[in-house]
């Protein structure tokens, strides 16, 4: 297995613009989580999906993010218009029946 | 609110010796704790974990420790290793509408000095 896919790895943008993070989930993970890594909170749970429905959002900090998990193999975190504060790393994780969760590498988004 | 603290954003140790870091919580609704290790430009990788019922539990050259009184927990690597050097999370679980819910703290940074 090739582990959790994200993409970008990289993304620079100008503010307003919209920003749109990627996630494959390892197949057969039913649970699929997305955080947010700064310096001030260290790793951030901004939204999860439990088979593909979304559980919790209360991470999420503005109702400029968004997230979607159209089917088991992929998610998308959307964040429309990005602000200059919203630059951090963001990773995706995803869990099966236990406790472990599996992190893709991390997109590094940069709002200019 | 931050449920799960790690108070020292840093932490140096001479190769060989034991290295400690700790880690507190507030919520004592979890039930599983985990430590992940993290390398620059890669996610966070599992490390070691401890469930609740547990006191200890060892893997090698790492230890977890954890005093459910006290809501704390620590994580000894012994001896320390260059390749030890990385960011540690602490992180803390429970199950929340059929999902494990995890929550994590701010991170050590850990240097081994050679």
């Known amino acids: 297995d090739a582990g959790v896919i994200q993409s970008p790895r990289h993304e620079v943008t100008e503010m307003g613009q919209e920003v749109t993070l990627r996630c494959k989930p390892i197949s057969g993970h039913n649970s699929l989580f997305w955080y947010r890594q700064t310096m001030m909170r260290g790793l951030e749970l901004l939204i999860y999906f439990n088979n593909n429905v979304p559980i919790d959002d209360s991470g999420m900090p503005e109702d400029r993010f968004s997230a979607k998990m159209p089917n088991a193999s992929f998610s998308t975190l959307k964040i429309q218009p990005s602000e200059p504060r919203d630059s951090a790393v963001y990773f995706c994780?995803?869990?099966?029946?236990?406790?472990?969760?599996?992190f893709g590498p991390g997109t590094r988004l940069t709002v200019l | 609110d931050q449920q799960v603290k790690q108070n020292s954003p840093s932490l140096s140790v001479q190769e060989g010796r034991i290295s400690i870091l700790n880690c507190d919580y507030t919520?004592?609704?979890?039930?599983?704790f985990l430590w992940y290790k993290k390398y620059p430009a890669e996610g966070p990788t599992f490390l070691i974990s401890?469930?609740?019922?547990?006191d200890k539990n060892e893997d090698g050259r790492f230890t977890v420790f954890l005093n459910k009184s006290a809501k704390h927990l620590s994580l000894h690597i012994v001896p320390s290793q260059p390749g030890d050097s990385a960011v540690y999370f602490c992180?803390?679980?429970?199950?929340?509408?059929?999902?494990?819910?995890?929550?994590f703290g701010q991170g050590t940074r850990l240097t081994i000095n050679p």
């Open positions: 994780g995803t869990g099966g029946d236990f406790d472990e969760q599996f």
């Open positions: 401890i469930s609740s019922i547990k």
């Open positions: 992180a803390a679980s429970a199950l929340y509408q059929g999902a494990q819910k995890l929550v």
């Open positions: 919520n004592s609704m979890f039930d599983y």
